[in-house]
């Protein structure tokens, strides 16, 4: 095994510019993805390794630290170093589908404003750990970027995005999600808004049947409906959407919405059989589904869940994925990974709509990315969260006692209480909020008068003290 791999898979170049522990990372990644390198295969301690590749230890040791990071690797203690992919298969040939004239056209659309971020990020849904960004690594990277500044970056012009950050979330979505993707595929966005904003133009769904699960995202609904979408309200279960609903109210609809990994609002992970049930429905009836990843990196118990794009053997899901969760919302960086079938049409259409964001941010986040910072701060935000999520959901239960019932989810970055002592949330919510807060009432999420809840964010909550002040304020409302 070890020569195998000094031999074949790890060939260092001391003339490259990359760093030679860079160098090393890379090389086992390639190896995995190229399945050279399967789950479970056994990694060489890294005096073995340093000795084989003649470099020094503490280089193989930046390069597993990074790795080990990332959850590529995973230690064993004294039996070893193990490949981590649980979710690295062969995804099966796509079948073609031609594209429609309707999407060759455009349409405008606005985008619904966004949450103010002058109230308090105590309890405020969908905002990252503030406190616990590494700001200092940011600034660094920041300020070599804009030392560096190339001609060649300050003339970008690639309407997809800066190809290495492309490059780079293909490589991590491929790893952590099991998506398997080539960088021609992958678009940056200005945020998940700007994605939805873009596909609703390269899709054209105005008069369009769209499903959308309810509850679902607000924000989504709201910009469906704003450029004359048809809004098919689609109910969920304990199982996610139910899709055999949805194949009643609108058989033929020519989208689906969906958050399988971690529904939004209520957390939930969409069940094997109804995801197998989507796909196979999106197939058959050559309809399209976005995948919203919502919070799929942070899950606190188990391996996170594949996504949905991993499973798409019909090449119909659009994967849609943001970094203002993991790092900070007014970064407005995102992306979308579209099916084979939809690229050309697309970048014809970012040619014209110039969907992606500023070039600076662009090169930061990959610098970010690539030197293993990313992998390293969501391993740190899952356990922080963890934590966070504990403290506010006792400090919940403790002081509303029988007002509310709060989920049991351990994932994503929010919590729902769900309203038991017949007050109304958003009468709760608004009262809340007058005090400095940003919550949600979860009934404006839905069209079921049953969904009488609050959307409570846990992120921010620094300590039990102030999750048990932030509560008590929320208790005064009740009365």
């Known amino acids: 095994m070890i020569n195998q791999l000094t031999n074949k898979l790890i060939t260092l170049s001391k003339s490259e510019s990359q760093p030679i522990h860079l160098q090393i990372y890379k090389r086992f990644k ?127 012009k690639d309407p997809l995005g ?148 991993s499973l798409d053997q019909y090449d119909r899901v659009i994967y849609a994925g943001t970094f203002s969760k993991t790092l900070f919302p007014s970064l407005k960086l995102g992306y979308i990974v579209l099916p084979q079938n939809l690229v050309d049409i697309c970048t014809e259409k970012a040619n014209l709509y110039q969907i992606g964001n500023s070039i600076t941010s662009q090169l930061i986040v990959n610098d970010f990315i690539a030197e293993g910072h990313f992998s390293r701060h969501l391993n740190k935000m899952r356990s922080l969260y963890s934590h966070r999520r504990e403290i506010t959901s006792h400090s919940l239960s403790e002081i509303l006692g029988q007002e509310v019932e709060v989920n049991s989810h351990k994932n994503g970055m929010h919590l729902v209480a769900k309203i038991v002592s017949g007050h109304s949330d958003v009468v709760i919510a608004a009262a809340f909020n007058q005090l400095g807060y940003n919550i949600h009432a979860l009934s404006k999420w839905s069209t079921d008068p049953s969904q009488n809840g609050l959307i409570i964010g846990f992120t921010n909550v620094p300590n039990k003290k102030a999750a048990d002040e932030a509560a008590r304020k929320l208790k005064a409302c009740f009365t």
């Open 162 to 309: 800066y190809l290495p950050l492309r490059q780079s979330i293909a490589t991590y979505l491929h790893l952590s999600r099991g998506v398997v993707c080539d960088p021609r595929q992958v678009f940056i966005t200005t945020g998940y808004q700007g994605a939805l904003d873009f596909l609703t133009k390269a899709l054209r769904l105005h008069g369009q049947e769209v499903w959308m699960e309810d509850p679902g995202y607000l924000f989504a609904t709201t910009l469906l409906l704003d450029i004359g979408a048809k809004v098919v309200r689609v109910p969920v279960d304990q199982e996610g959407l139910i899709v055999s609903e949805g194949i009643k109210k609108a058989p033929n609809a020519k989208l689906s919405i969906v958050t399988p990994s971690h529904h939004s609002p209520l957390g939930i992970a969409m069940s094997w059989s109804r995801r197998t049930q989507l796909l196979d429905w999106a197939g058959s009836n050559n309809s399209w589904i976005i995948e919203d990843d919502y919070d799929g990196e942070y899950r606190y118990s188990g391996y996170p869940l594949p996504s949905l794009k």
């Open 30 to 156: 390639d190896a995995i993805e190229g399945n050279l390198l399967k789950d479970g295969d056994r990694i060489p301690s890294t005096r073995t390794l340093a000795s084989e590749l003649d470099v020094s230890r503490g280089t193989v040791e930046s390069a597993y630290s990074m790795l080990l990071g990332e959850g590529v690797f995973v230690s064993k203690g004294q039996a070893g170093t193990f490949v981590n992919a649980p979710y690295a298969f062969e995804v099966k040939p796509a079948k073609p589908a031609a594209i429609n004239d309707e999407q060759n056209s455009s349409l405008s659309s606005s985008t619904p404003s966004i949450q103010s971020l002058s109230s308090s990020p105590i309890f405020r849904p969908g905002s990252p750990a503030y406190d616990a960004f590494p700001r200092k690594i940011w600034s660094r990277l920041g300020s070599n970027r804009m030392r560096s500044l190339s001609a060649s970056d300050m003339s970008h």
